[in-house]
């Protein structure tokens, strides 16, 4: 077996050490430039891993031809991390700018004292909810394996950072270190979401998508008042010829025909409508922005919000959904039924997961900023045969 792989590789084996000597006497012969030597070596090192060893396969292969592509990936998202933060601060600046200077003065015109006292309460609370975890989520480290030798048990050894690995850790590119309960890294967070700041981010999203259907549905009728006005003074410039000239008769006193007399009429109601100024332009353009913005933002961040709700109710990240699936297939094809040992249950996964340890905390640590910590240390774990009940609220 050894033996048959070993004449399948030779012929790559050879054309690959030509290659790395033609690259290696273009860099003795010439003198290249310190910003090309590191990518030059780069390379070498992706040619050198497609014959390592006698094991190599066609995954292998092809994980080495696309590794440029990720590492190209890795360093659009970190140097565009502050933009894409950057873009999250100045749209939802914009809609709650739009809220408080056209919204709010009609709140307050039209509605009765009760739906006034509701929007404010709402629109405000909404504000806080997102901007407290907006901001957590982006400056709390999601928390880092340790450096040094430590009793902690651990699972493997990361082949980048050569340190251990305790259970449920990852390594993330972008941010060059491992992550403990590793979900992703967001480019919208400028950050990876972990242990420590994967409240933050669920939170952040459920609350933003509440924000934006609010925004959506409060602002629907305002929407179409909005494209129709624009549309109906849109037509008018268009169709707007002025007085015809057949007309005259009626000022010197001539009896115009009745087609005449029907244009003339049309004119002066037309001049005597107040005119459509900028201001208006602006308020209308501004209400059809915003109502398409939050509508759009709700349907997509809803459904992602939606998929890390099933993710947290199944007690398992993003990284792992796809690790359990691939064991679940495994052990389906052995007749043996796969479990995840980091799920506690449906309503308990729930419980860890927002720090829930008695019935207060599910208004004062879900609906309430709470800047709390995680369970655990995202070092260990329960297992779920040793302990049913979590936390037993």
Known sequence: ????????????????????????????????????????SYIKLIFKSLYFNSLTNSEVVFDSILEPVFWMVEVVTRWFGMVFVFLVVALTSSVIFIAYYCLLPLVLQTYSPGWIMWHICYGHWIIVMIAFHYYKATSTPPGYPPKMKTDVPFVSVCK??????????HHCGICKTCILKMDHHCPWLNNCVGHYNH???????????????????????????????IDHFRHMEAEKQGVPVTGIGLLIGIAPSEGVAGKLLQVLQEVSQPPYTNKDRMFHKSIIYMWVLTSTVSVALGALTLWHAILITRGETSIERHINNKETNRLAKRGKVYRNPFSYGKLNNWKVFFGV??????????FLPSGHTPYGDGLTWDI??????????
Not at 357 to 366: G, N, P
């Open 1 to 40: 077996m050894l033996s048959f792989q070993g004449l399948n590789m030779r012929p790559c084996s050879t054309v690959m050490h030509l290659l790395l000597r033609c690259m290696r006497g273009c860099c003795r012969h010439s003198r290249m430039p310190r910003r090309l030597r590191r990518p030059l």
């Open 160 to 169: 980048k950072c050569i340190i251990p690995k305790p259970a449920r850790s």
């Open 199 to 229: 409240r933050y981010f669920f939170s952040f999203c459920l609350f933003l998508t509440l924000g934006c259907m609010y925004c959506s549905i409060s602002g629907r009728n305002l929407f179409i008042d909005a494209y129709n006005a």
């Open 357 to 366: 340890e008695k019935r207060s905390h599910w208004l004062t640590r879900i």
């Open 384 to 393: 779920y045969p040793l302990k049913k009940d979590m936390m037993p609220v």
